[in-house]
């Protein structure tokens, strides 16, 4: 075994040879020494490996030949070594320039080299190939920055197909709450000037069946007669089927009774209405969106069925509020009543609404319809938000 005294001496006279040997043996850091100028002083492996120059090519050379042109010009290599001297060392990561031309990107360590009396006598160069590693993190910043791009324009169509189905829902609400206003405004209207022009064209045609006419002028003018009766009806019944009852007031199941009351005096329909027992107010837009289907569909009954009858039913199952419009009449077989949620197909103003309305409060709207007749279906929730809303509050002021 040797002695500590022994390792020290065998280190003092082969130190600097191996030391030597081992810098040479390095592949894969590029280490050598430059002169104060900066001219080549020693070469070893990993700079040959990394660079491209073997030693006897580059031995002596300014150092600038690893940097490009650009660099040069600007009078880097003078700065670095500057730096180096005046703080020690100059770090940093660029590109440098490898013998056959091409660049590298390189982590460059310059060291000022002193003696014991402080005086330079060169500097010691450590360079890294981190080309690759450069690559990579390049590549991964840009798929970064394209996945940041790509999550951006995601956000951004989801937030305008938000924004577009916010203002086709305000659109569709607007529209009936104009629907609405225009009912009332065609009722009041068909009752008031259409229904008294009626008459008064009546009572000119009276007039004129008392003077004496050609032939058959008699029963040409009971004709008209009867002819006007019969629109006079028409436009009650549709002015009566068009006329908001005092819903609000009433609530449900009395403006619908007195509601039918009023279509089963004006029109020949035989309605009859089914309620049950248990059946109480609900909150106003359902009661509303419920009374609004019962007149849309019953409008259609008399408008397109030929049904000498009808069935209403009101009723409350599993929380929800089910309305039935069923006629006997001849159907609409050509007619495509599926409501999906998108209802866009060929259906009239009327279906779209309901099923609009219905759809607004949660609930839906179903169609069947053949030879035999057809059934509407309204089906409302009761457990509207709204309607949690008030159970939550009623709790709390419980307490
Ligand atoms: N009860 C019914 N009996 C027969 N056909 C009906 C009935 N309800 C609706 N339809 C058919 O469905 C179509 C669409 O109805 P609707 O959406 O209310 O529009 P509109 O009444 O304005 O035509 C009607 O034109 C009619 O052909
Ligand atoms: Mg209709």
Not at 381 to 398: E, H, M, R
């Amino acid at each position: 075994m040797s002695s500590v005294a022994d390792l020290r001496n065998e280190n003092a006279s082969f130190g600097d040879e191996r030391f030597r040997l081992l810098v040479e043996a390095i592949r894969d850091y590029a280490i050598f020494m430059l002169n104060p100028e900066g001219r080549i002083l020693s070469w070893n492996t990993g700079a040959e490996r990394i660079k491209g120059y073997r030693a006897d090519e580059v031995i002596g050379k300014h150092f600038s030949i690893f940097y490009p042109e650009e660099d040069i010009r600007r009078g880097k290599t003078e700065m670095e070594l500057e730096i180096a001297k005046r703080e020690g060392h100059f770090e940093e990561q660029g590109w440098r320039v490898r013998k056959d031309g091409s660049q590298f990107w390189a982590d460059v360590v310059i060291t000022a080299l002193r003696d014991e009396s402080g005086r330079l006598y060169g500097f010691g160069k450590v360079t890294r190939d981190l080309t690759k590693r450069k690559l990579t993190e390049d590549m991964l910043r840009l798929s970064m920055e394209q996945l940041e791009e790509e999550n951006k324009c995601r956000i951004e169509a989801e937030r305008s197909a938000r924004e577009a189905e916010v203002s086709v829902r305000e659109l569709s609400q607007r529209l009936l709450q104009l629907q609405d206003e225009e009912r009332r405004r065609l009722g009041r209207e068909l009752h008031d000037s259409v229904g008294q022009l009626l008459v008064g064209a009546k009572m000119a045609l009276g007039a004129l069946a008392s003077e004496k006419g050609r032939q058959n002028w008699e029963q040409q003018l009971a004709d008209y007669g009867a002819l006007l009766d019969l629109v006079m009806r028409e436009v009650r019944t549709m002015s009566y089927l068009l006329y908001p009852p005092m819903l609000e007031e009433m609530g449900l199941r009395t403006a619908v009774e007195s509601y039918l009351d009023g279509v089963r005096q004006r029109s020949r329909i035989q309605i009859d209405f089914q309620i049950a027992k248990d059946f109480g107010r609900l909150p106003r837009e359902t009661e509303l969106a419920l009374f609004r289907v019962l007149q849309e569909g019953l409008t259609n009954v008399h408008r397109h069925s030929g049904s000498p009858t009808a069935q209403i039913r009101l009723r409350m199952e599993n929380g929800e509020a089910v309305l039935e419009v069923q006629d006997q009449g001849k159907g609409a077989p050509a007619v495509d009543f599926k409501l999906g949620t998108d209802c866009i197909g060929a259906l009239g103003v009327g279906i779209r609404g309901m099923n609009e309305r219905v759809r607004q409060l949660g609930g839906k709207l179903e169609v069947f319809s053949s030879a035999r007749g057809t059934t509407v279906r309204a089906t409302v929730p009761l457990q509207t938000s709204a309607g949690k809303d008030w159970n939550a509050s009623a709790a709390v002021s419980g307490v």
